[in-house]
C-alpha cells in the first residue's frame, strides 16, 4: 500500500492547529497569572493599609499592576487571532506588542508614584504585625512558582509576552524578598528600623521600573521589524536549504509579531528550470516551513535564478 505525502492544504491546517495550541497554552498562563494576581494585589494592599507599610503597599501597586497588563494581554491575544482582512493584510498578530508597550509605560509611572510617595512621607509607621511577614512569604513562594511555569509555557510556545510575563514574576519574587526581610527587620530592630521599610520599598520601584524598561524595550524591537533571534533564523534557513531544487537560500528576514513570525525568504534555483517547476519548489518550501514551525505565520518566498549573473 502506496504512502501518500500530505499535501499543502493537510500542511497549513497542521500548521493552524499548532497555532491554536500555541494561543490556547498561552492564553491558559496568563489567565493563571491573573487570577494569582489578583489574590496576591488584594491581600498585600490590605495588609498594607493596616500594617502602614510602604513596602507591601508598593508591591500590591506591582501586582495590582500585572492584574490590568494579565488583561491587556488577554484582550491582544484575542485579536491577535483574528484573520487577516482588507485594512490588515499582514493579519492583527502586532496587536500584542502595541498592548505591552503601553502597559509598560503605565507600569513605569505607578513604579514611580510609588517611589515618590515613599520618599516624601515623613509620619511614623508602628511596626508592622506579625502577620505581614506571612503575607510577603506567601507572596515569594507563588511568585517564583508562577514564574518557573510561565517560563517553560513560554519557550514551548515561543511567546516573548508570556516570557516577559514570567521574567516579571521573577522580578516580583525577587522584590517580595526584599519587603520580607525589611518587615523581619523592623520587627527584630524596633521602631528605628522603619527606614528599612522605605529602603525595601524603592528597592521594589528599582525592579518594577527595571523589569518595565525591558518590556518596553522588546516591543519596540518588535514594532520596529527587528531581525528574529539569530538561533531559530538559522533553523528556518537550514529547513528551507533542506527542500530538493533549492541551490542556496540567498537573503532571508524573519519578523517577530506577537506570537508568530513573519518570514520573507530568497532562495536560488537552477536557472534552466522552467517557471512552473520553480512556483512549485517555492510552494514546497512555504509549506514545509508552516508545517515544521508552527509560531509562523506566512512565508513570502522570492525566486532567483543559481547562479546570479555576478557569480557566473
Given at each position: 500500500m502506496?504512502h501518500?505525502?500530505?499535501?499543502?492544504?493537510?500542511?497549513?491546517?497542521?500548521g493552524a492547529?499548532?497555532?491554536?495550541?500555541l494561543?490556547?497554552?498561552?492564553?491558559?498562563?496568563t489567565?493563571?497569572?491573573?487570577?494569582v494576581n489578583?489574590a496576591?494585589?488584594?491581600?498585600?494592599?490590605?495588609?498594607g493599609?493596616?500594617?502602614?507599610?510602604?513596602?507591601?503597599?508598593?508591591?500590591?501597586?506591582n501586582?495590582?499592576?500585572?492584574?490590568f497588563?494579565s488583561?491587556?494581554?488577554?484582550?491582544?491575544?484575542?485579536?491577535?487571532?483574528?484573520?487577516?482582512?482588507?485594512e490588515?493584510?499582514?493579519?492583527?498578530?502586532r496587536?500584542?506588542?502595541?498592548?505591552g508597550?503601553?502597559?509598560?509605560?503605565?507600569?513605569?509611572?505607578?513604579?514611580?508614584?510609588?517611589?515618590?510617595?515613599?520618599?516624601?512621607s515623613?509620619?511614623?509607621?508602628p511596626?508592622?504585625?506579625l502577620?505581614?511577614?506571612?503575607?510577603?512569604?506567601?507572596?515569594?513562594?507563588?511568585?517564583e512558582?508562577?514564574?518557573?511555569y510561565?517560563?517553560?509555557?513560554?519557550?514551548?510556545?515561543g511567546s516573548?509576552?508570556?516570557?516577559?510575563?514570567?521574567?516579571?514574576h521573577?522580578?516580583?519574587a525577587?522584590?517580595?524578598?526584599?519587603?520580607?526581610?525589611?518587615?523581619?527587620a523592623?520587627?527584630?530592630?524596633?521602631?528605628?528600623?522603619?527606614?528599612?521599610?522605605?529602603?525595601?520599598?524603592?528597592?521594589?520601584?528599582f525592579?518594577?521600573?527595571?523589569?518595565a524598561?525591558?518590556?518596553?524595550?522588546s516591543?519596540?524591537?518588535?514594532?520596529m521589524?527587528a531581525?528574529?533571534?539569530?538561533?531559530?533564523?538559522e533553523?528556518?534557513?537550514?529547513s528551507?536549504?533542506?527542500?530538493?531544487?533549492v541551490?542556496?537560500?540567498?537573503?532571508l528576514?524573519?519578523?517577530?509579531s506577537?506570537?508568530?513570525?513573519?518570514?520573507?525568504?530568497?532562495?536560488?534555483?537552477?536557472a534552466?528550470?522552467?517557471v512552473?517547476?520553480?512556483?512549485?519548489?517555492?510552494?514546497?518550501?512555504?509549506d514545509r516551513?508552516?508545517a515544521?514551525?508552527?509560531?509562523?505565520r506566512?512565508v513570502?518566498?522570492h525566486?532567483?535564478?543559481?547562479?546570479?549573473?555576478?557569480?557566473?
Amino acid at each position: 500500500m502506496s504512502h501518500q505525502s500530505p499535501t499543502g492544504n493537510d500542511l497549513a491546517s497542521r500548521g493552524a492547529e499548532t497555532k491554536r495550541a500555541l494561543y490556547h497554552e498561552a492564553v491558559n498562563a496568563t489567565w493563571l497569572g491573573f487570577t494569582v494576581n489578583v489574590a496576591l494585589g488584594v491581600a498585600k494592599l490590605v495588609g498594607g493599609l493596616i500594617a502602614h507599610s510602604f513596602a507591601l503597599i508598593s508591591d500590591a501597586v506591582n501586582s495590582l499592576g500585572d492584574v490590568f497588563t494579565s488583561l491587556v494581554v488577554l484582550l491582544a491575544f484575542r485579536v491577535a487571532q483574528k484573520p487577516a482582512d482588507a485594512e490588515h493584510p499582514y493579519g492583527h498578530t502586532r496587536a500584542e506588542a502595541i498592548a505591552g508597550s503601553n502597559v509598560a509605560v503605565l507600569v513605569l509611572v505607578s513604579a514611580l508614584l510609588v517611589g515618590w510617595e515613599a520618599l516624601t512621607s515623613e509620619h511614623d509607621s508602628p511596626l508592622p504585625p506579625l502577620w505581614t511577614l506571612f503575607i510577603a512569604g506567601t507572596n515569594v513562594a507563588v511568585k517564583e512558582l508562577l514564574y518557573q511555569y510561565k517560563i517553560r509555557v513560554g519557550r514551548r510556545t515561543g511567546s516573548s509576552a508570556v516570557i516577559a510575563n514570567a521574567w516579571d514574576h521573577r522580578a516580583d519574587a525577587l522584590s517580595a524578598l526584599a519587603v520580607f526581610l525589611s518587615l523581619a527587620a523592623i520587627r527584630l530592630g524596633g521602631a528605628g528600623f522603619l527606614i528599612v521599610d522605605k529602603l525595601a520599598a524603592l528597592f521594589v520601584v528599582f525592579v518594577i521600573v527595571n523589569t518595565a524598561a525591558k518590556l518596553l524595550w522588546s516591543s519596540a524591537q518588535e514594532l520596529m521589524d527587528a531581525q528574529a533571534d539569530p538561533g531559530f533564523v538559522e533553523e528556518i534557513r537550514d529547513s528551507a536549504a533542506e527542500v530538493d531544487g533549492v541551490r542556496r537560500v540567498d537573503k532571508l528576514w524573519v519578523r517577530k509579531s506577537g506570537l508568530e513570525f513573519l518570514v520573507d525568504i530568497h532562495i536560488q534555483v537552477d536557472a534552466t528550470r522552467t517557471v512552473d517547476d520553480g512556483h512549485r519548489i517555492s510552494h514546497v518550501v512555504k509549506d514545509r516551513l508552516l508545517a515544521r514551525f508552527g509560531n509562523v505565520r506566512d512565508v513570502l518566498v522570492h525566486l532567483e535564478p543559481y547562479p546570479h549573473a555576478h557569480e557566473a
